[in-house]
């Protein structure tokens, strides 16, 4: 009777385990993402506050553009009191042989006299049929952001884009709303 009893034990410990693991490893990214179609602008339309951005910073927005060696060339910009801020770096994917959206992002700091390389994961959570919307996050889930090709976007569209992201086991509370101008900034403004 006793040993049956532990056996259930163990059973039941077990099972708990797998479903730790296996829901460890549950988050979903995006396969066979089309970089091409992913090029081009993309506005922050909220994220989690981060210590590399600055928690007063309006029209935050990345200009991706696929570079001749298949890697892609990031330029980060937001401003803050009006000054343009920006930093350029390089995404390339994780591992070459995966069709999964894990994507590894290198950037030199500080960006006016750029020493050290700071490397993040970029993976794509989700990103509708259209290229318009997409949610980015990474394994440890303490980064995420929401971006969109326009600098608005209904509150449906966003709910159900931080409906994705709390799938995937985020804390959509910390999420942060980036105020986006009306007319988004021109390029390269007062570089
Ligand atoms: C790919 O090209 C970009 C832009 O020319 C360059 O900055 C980068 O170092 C290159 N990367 C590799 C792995 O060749």
């Known amino acids: 009777m006793a040993a049956k009893h532990m056996l259930h034990c163990l059973f039941l410990v077990a099972s708990l385990f797998l479903t730790i693991v296996v829901n460890g490893n549950a988050t979903t990214v995006v396969k066979n993402l089309d970089i091409k179609r992913y090029m081009g602008r993309w506005y922050e339309i909220a994220r989690f506050p981060s210590f590399f951005e600055k928690s007063d910073a309006v029209d935050t927005r990345a200009t991706y553009t696929l570079n001749d060696n298949g890697t892609v060339n990031v330029l980060n910009e937001n401003w ?3 000054k343009r801020n920006f930093i350029e770096g390089i995404a390339y994917k994780a591992d070459p042989k995966s069709n999964e959206a894990k994507l590894k992002v290198k950037f030199y700091v500080p960006p006016s006299f750029p020493l050290f390389p700071v490397t993040g994961d970029y993976w794509v959570l989700y990103i509708d049929q259209n290229y318009e ?33 709390k799938d995937e086991g985020y804390d959509v509370t910390k999420l942060l709303k980036t105020p986006q101008s009306e ?5 390269k403004q007062g570089v």
Not at 136 to 161: C, M, N, Q
């Open 133 to 165: 919307y997409a949610v980015v996050g990474g394994p440890t889930k303490l980064f995420l952001w929401i971006l969109s090709r326009k600098s608005h976007i209904d509150d449906a569209t966003y709910k159900e884009l931080v409906e994705k992201a």
């Open 80 to 82: 803050v009191d009006g």
């Open 183 to 187: 007319t988004p900034p021109p390029l």
